[in-house]
């Protein structure tokens, strides 16, 4: 719909020129940006419309992210272990939030939760190419051809070649930086076990450079900002012709 509409709708008794002045005036944003044309065309069930910053009207679609802590399974339920929805507050297990992909039991880090499943979708698919960063510590150390061949393609041990991935090694540390865009089992323990080393810690960094707010405490969750929305729907490859792995 309009954005002038969806201004009106959201706040009854706004006249059309009201809803005009506001916009016309750059008071209005879309998803983070100044938006100055009452014809912008608005999806309000997942699209932050805000005035003057504040949001005027409940969107459907919720997204936070959790530093997720060791020992807790990303699934929504399970019968024995505890999960990440058992983490969340009351008014939050309510929604219906999933983890946008997967951490391992043992891993840490960031975990985004939403109920926009397209998000969800955009994030994990290999398609859009989404990245993902991960700080390793490894069990032997890491060695100077690693980055050549996390580029050229990891061969999983079943067989699958990963797509061209990033490792950054830390000088003096066996520790380092692993950028990957798709998110097989176990993949980064395994690109790591392919060339004779062992992932001792695993911990997620960021996703499509929205990095984990290190001021969350393990298991505490924070409503994802408007700017780390945008950023996150809007990361990866659009084109319409591209590749499906
Ligand atoms: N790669 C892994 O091996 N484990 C994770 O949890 C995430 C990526």
């Known amino acids: ?81 505890q999960t990440v929805l058992d983490l969340l507050p009351e008014p939050l297990r309510r929604l219906g939030l999933s983890p946008a992909g997967r951490l391992d039991k043992d891993a840490e880090g960031l975990l985004i939760l939403t109920n926009d499943g397209d998000l969800i979708h955009h994030i994990i698919t290999p398609k859009r190419r989404v990245e993902k960063r991960y700080f390793v510590r490894l069990a032997f150390p890491w060695q100077a051809d690693y980055g050549d061949k996390f580029a050229a393609g990891i061969t999983l041990d079943d067989g699958y070649v990963c797509l061209p991935a990033r490792f950054a090694g830390i000088e003096g540390e066996q520790a380092g930086y692993v950028y990957v865009c798709e998110g097989k089992f176990h993949q980064v323990k395994r690109m790591l076990a392919a060339l004779g080393n062992e992932v001792t810690y695993l911990k997620r960094l960021s996703v499509a450079g929205v990095e984990l707010d290190e001021t969350l405490r393990p298991g505490e969750v924070r409503e994802l900002s408007e700017e780390e929305l945008f950023r996150l729907k809007n990361s990866g490859i659009w084109h319409k012709n591209c590749p499906e792995k």
């Open 1 to 81: 719909m309009r954005l002038d509409r969806a201004l009106r709708d959201a706040e009854a008794g706004r006249t059309r020129r009201e809803a005009e002045k506001l916009i016309a005036a750059g008071r209005v944003s879309v998803n983070g940006i100044a938006v100055r044309s009452a014809d912008a065309k608005v999806d309000p069930q997942t699209d932050a419309i805000c005035l003057d910053g504040r949001p005027v009207m409940s969107r459907q679609f919720r997204a936070y992210m959790m530093n997720k802590p060791a020992g807790v399974l990303s699934a929504t339920e399970d019968r024995a272990a």
